[in-house]
Every structure is written in C-alpha cells, then in structure tokens.
C-alpha cells in the first residue's frame, strides 16, 4: 500500500521505529519477544542493550530489522576510549546502528572539539563497518543554542543522525525540540525522536515536525491504532 502527500500507511510508519527495550530489567524472553514483534511489524530496528546485541542478532539473522545499541548511554560521562570499546564490541556482536550519548558536560562547558573527538572515536570505529551512527544530545538539558551547537558537533564528527533523547532524562522528545533539530541539519541528516512517543498522535506529530526515526517501546501499539485501508495525515 502506497502512502500519498503526508500520510503514512502502516508499511511506511513501521518503517521509521526503532523498537526499543533499554530496560534496566529486561530478560531474554523479553528480547526474544522484541525480535519477533518488529519482524512482524517490519520495524526498522530493534534497539537493545549490548548485552543482548549478540542475541539479537541471532533471532533477527536474515530479516530486514537491523540490531541497533547504545553506546555510553544514559549519561554520555564515559571516556571517549570506553565508547570505542563499546562501539567495536557491539559491531563485533553483529549491531549495525549506535546510537550514543554525547558528553553533555563539555557541550554545556563550550568545548566543541572535545564533544567532537568524542563522538568521532565512534564514528571512526563504525565506518569501517558501514554501521550508523545516531548521537543523542539529551535536548532537555540544553537550551536552544546548544542544541544548534550539538548539531553541528555531530555533523563534523561524522555522525548521520542527530537523537532528542535518552528517554531515561527528565524529559522525552518535544515537537519544537523536533523542528529546532531539523531546522538546525536540513536535509543532510537524520532526526530521530525518542522518549515518550507512546501513541499514534504523538508518532505523527514527530514525523510531521521533521523526524525520520522514532525510538518507542510501543511500536506495536502505535501501528495497530492506524487504520489498514488507507492512509492517516500526519
């Protein structure tokens, strides 16, 4: 079913989530179930963390879900080392998308090419591998000009994807937040959404404010609540 102007069919919606479980709980029948849902649904990933990447990676052998994980998540206080070694670890796991925490001290403390190097140690151990990189700048702790500034952190690290949140801050994904982001990058990169999206309404006013991922633990739900004959505006 094709989608037409704003709307999104079921295809097209399923194909910007990253179904996520970052729980600090979560068991491998958890993961399993994961796995099985966004091969169901066709999610665009499924985004564990790296304990589970390996297994992940087993269940979803030969589907079109990618293994995403995070890296130096949730406080992005890490040394830039560590980040490598978890970035080469998960790659070597069988991840193909990292999603990670930037230092949000060095950013709040002005020092753009340390938040730089920092990144770009991932970046640098997910290009050979062709992995994505997606860094997420904690938007509730920033005010707007240090989002702009994260933005261009990250693109000058060699990331391809600018994330709002963790989901584990004192705040999730915001529209204006979404529109800043995408304002900032244009068209030269992606924007991904994370943190609270828990109904179709809040899926689609993210996609419509500019993002084209959207990290949710209701990837499930969000599908089901569209319509499978036509399509629903954003």
Same mark, same amino acid.
């Given at each position: 079913m094709e989608a037409s102007g704003n709307g999104w069919t079921r295809e097209t919606l399923a194909g910007t989530i990253d179904s996520t479980l970052l729980h600090p709980g979560a068991m491998p029948e958890d993961i399993r179930r994961l796995c099985e849902e966004a091969m169901e649904y066709h999610f665009a990933s499924v985004c564990v963390n790296p304990c589970y990447v390996a297994f992940a990676a087993e269940h979803l052998s030969g589907s079109d879900v990618a293994v995403c994980t995070v890296v130096g998540f949730p406080l992005g206080a890490n040394l830039s080392d560590v980040k490598a070694q978890e970035a080469l670890f998960a790659l070597r796991d069988g @991840?193909?998308?990292?999603?990670?925490?930037?230092?949000?001290g060095l950013l709040k403390a002005g020092d753009l090419s340390g938040v730089e190097e920092d990144i770009r140690a991932v970046t640098e151990c997910a290009r050979g591998e062709g992995a994505l990189v997606k860094v997420i700048i904690e938007a509730c702790l920033l005010d707007d000009g240090e989002k702009?500034? @994260?933005?261009g952190a990250v693109e000058r690290a060699g990331a391809l994807f600018v994330k709002t949140s963790t989901g584990f801050g004192k705040g999730g994904a915001t529209v204006e937040d979404v529109r800043l982001l995408r304002r900032t990058v244009g068209n030269r990169m992606g924007v991904k959404a994370s943190g609270g999206i828990r109904i179709l309404e809040d899926a689609l006013r993210m996609l419509d404010a500019g993002a084209s991922r959207l990290g949710t633990s209701s990837g499930a739900a969000i599908i089901e609540a569209l319509p499978r004959r036509g399509h629903l505006s954003a």
């Open positions: @991840a193909r998308e990292l999603d990670m925490v930037l230092n949000v702009v500034a @994260a933005c």
